[in-house]
T-cell receptor
Framework: QQPVQSPQAVILREGEDAVINCSSS?????VHWYRQKHGEAPVFLMI?????EQKGHEKISASFNEKKQQSSLYLTASQLSYSGTYFC????????????FGTGTRLTIIP | DGGITQSPKYLFRKEGQNVTLSCEQN?????MYWYRQDPGQGLRLIYY???????QKGDIAEGYSVSREKKESFPLTVTSAQKNPTAFYLC????????????????FGAGSRLTVL
C-alpha cells in the first residue's frame, strides 16, 4: 500500500513556509524524501532512520514519528527553486530494500 | 560522470506490440529498479533486482518483464499484455547507506515516456 501524502498540491508565495505530510498504514523502518522538478528525474533530499529523528538541509527539514508511522517535510522561507513535486518513500519494518512511494505533493512557489 | 542512462527518451508504439526500455548504470550499484509514474499516482514499483540474475516483482508487475544479465543493465519489456502502458517510466539504482541495514538511497535516470497509439 502506498503511503498517503497531504496536501496533494500547495501554492505559496516566496518566503512562506510549507509542511508536507506522509502517513503509512504499516510500521516503518525508514522514510525517504525526494523532489522532482517538471520533466526531470526525482532527486534525493534526505532519509530518516530512527523514530523521532529530525534532519535538515539548509531550510528544508523533516521529522519521523515512528509510533504514528508518519513523517513531515518542512520548507522554511521557501525559494522559487523549491518548486516541484515532493515524494515520500517508505521502507517497511524489515528493511527489505523495497521503497514504496507516496502519491506526491505538488509545490508551486510564486514570486 | 557516473549516472543512469535510459533510452529512448520518447517512444511510440502500436497496440499489440512489445517494446523494450533500456537502463544502464555506471555507478557500480547492486540494486536496480523500475517505476511507473502516472499523474496523481506517484511512483509505483514494477520490478526490482538486488543482484545479477535475480529479480522480484513489485506492486504492478503484470504485463511487464525484466532481465538482469549484467550488473550495469536492467532492461524492461512492456508486453502486449499490459492493458494501459502509456506512462512515464523511471529506472533507478541504489547503494546501501553505510551502517544502515536496508536503507537504500535511489538515483534515478531521466525517464522514458511511452505512448501507445
Amino acid at each position: 500500500q502506498q503511503p498517503v501524502q497531504s496536501p496533494q498540491a500547495v501554492i505559496l508565495r516566496e518566503g512562506e513556509d510549507a509542511v508536507i505530510n506522509c502517513s503509512s498504514s504499516k510500521a516503518l523502518y525508514s522514510v525517504h524524501w525526494y523532489r522532482q522538478k517538471h520533466g526531470e528525474a526525482p532527486v534525493f533530499l534526505m532519509i530518516l532512520l530512527k523514530g523521532g529523528e529530525q534532519k535538515g538541509h539548509e531550510k528544508i527539514s523533516a521529522s519521523f514519528n515512528e509510533k504514528k508511522q508518519q513523517s513531515s517535510l518542512y520548507l522554511t522561507a521557501s525559494q522559487l527553486s523549491y518548486s516541484g513535486t515532493y515524494f515520500c518513500g517508505t521502507e517497511n519494518n524489515f528493511g527489505n530494500e523495497k521503497l514504496t512511494f507516496g502519491t506526491g505533493t505538488r509545490l508551486t512557489i510564486i514570486p | 560522470d557516473g549516472g543512469i542512462t535510459q533510452s529512448p527518451k520518447y517512444l511510440f508504439r502500436k497496440e499489440g506490440q512489445n517494446v523494450t526500455l533500456s537502463c544502464e548504470q555506471n555507478l557500480n550499484h547492486d540494486a536496480m529498479y523500475w517505476y511507473r509514474q502516472d499523474p496523481g499516482q506517484g511512483l509505483r514499483l514494477i520490478y526490482y533486482s538486488q543482484i545479477v540474475n535475480d529479480f522480484q516483482k513489485g506492486d504492478i508487475a503484470e504485463g511487464y518483464s525484466v532481465s538482469r544479465e549484467k550488473k550495469e543493465s536492467f532492461p524492461l519489456t512492456v508486453t502486449s499484455a499490459q492493458k494501459n502502458p502509456t506512462a512515464f517510466y523511471l529506472c533507478a539504482s541504489s547503494i546501501r547507506l553505510a551502517g544502515a541495514s536496508g536503507a537504500n538511497v535511489l538515483t534515478f535516470g531521466a525517464g522514458s515516456r511511452l505512448t501507445v497509439l
